[in-house]
């Protein structure tokens, strides 16, 4: 059973940059069907999907955050992470890192990992 | 960017209730549809796929219908833990977008 867990500060100053990485267990990121993802959550409000890096390491974005994200992947360690950098206080949300399950033409996220609150404050 | 809308935004059931909730998408999606549900302080939980087929181990009084730009998820028998926000999301094209929720709390 595939599990996910994000890891990171909770704490980034405005204009830094934000570092968050998922571990994947029992299963690996390179091979499947899959592609990797974040979604970020803004406290009480909806989600909003971030980006994906695929079992190859290609990597699309949602252009909302205008270039400012960056999808990586160690396969060494069973890791891919999201940076996202010049963070102000709208960026401030719980970060999901979830798995994207490809199957003939549909597709879907899950499992999802349990999320981590990242506050960005001076 | 594909606009995905829900209704109602909250409601209120009873336990052993037939609860139905909507999402419309801003132009077709066919059935690239999932739904997803969330608990307070939990992440989403897939529910349905492709509009209309039931993720694995979930409930049979969950169901899905719909295509093009309307579809709707309902619970039949409410149960207690299904006191949840719902989403809806489509997978037609990226970036990827969800629905503001429907929050089902109890009456």
């Known amino acids: 059973q595939v599990q996910l867990q994000e890891s990171g500060p909770g704490l980034v100053k405005p204009s830094q940059t934000l570092s968050l990485t998922c571990t994947v267990s029992g299963g690996s990121i390179s091979s499947g069907n899959y592609y990797w993802s974040w979604i970020r959550q803004p406290a009480g409000k909806g989600l909003e999907w971030i980006g994906r890096?695929?079992?190859?390491?290609?990597?699309d974005y949602n252009p909302s955050l205008k270039s400012r994200g960056t999808i990586s992947a160690d396969r060494s360690k069973n890791q891919f992470s999201l940076n996202l950098s010049s963070v102000t206080a709208a960026d401030t949300a719980v970060y999901y890192c979830?798995?994207?399950?490809?199957?003939?033409?549909?597709?879907?996220?899950?499992?999802w990992g349990q999320g981590t609150l990242v506050t960005v404050s001076s | 960017d594909i606009q995905m809308t829900q209704s109602p935004s909250s409601l209120s059931a009873s336990v052993g209730d037939r609860v139905t909730i909507t999402c419309r998408a801003s132009q077709s999606i066919s059935s690239y549809l999932n739904w997803y549900q969330q608990k307070r302080g939990k992440a989403p939980k897939l529910l349905m796929y492709a509009a209309t087929s039931l993720q694995s181990g979930v409930p049979s009084r969950f169901s899905g219908s719909g295509s093009g730009t309307d579809f709707t998820l309902t619970i039949s028998n409410l149960q207690p833990e299904d006191f949840a926000t719902y989403y809806c999301q489509q997978n037609y094209n990226t970036p990827f977008t969800f629905g503001p929720g429907t929050k089902v709390d109890i009456k």
């Open positions: 979830a798995r994207l399950t490809y199957k003939s033409s549909w597709n879907w996220f899950d499992p």
């Open positions: 890096i695929s079992t190859i390491g290609t990597t």
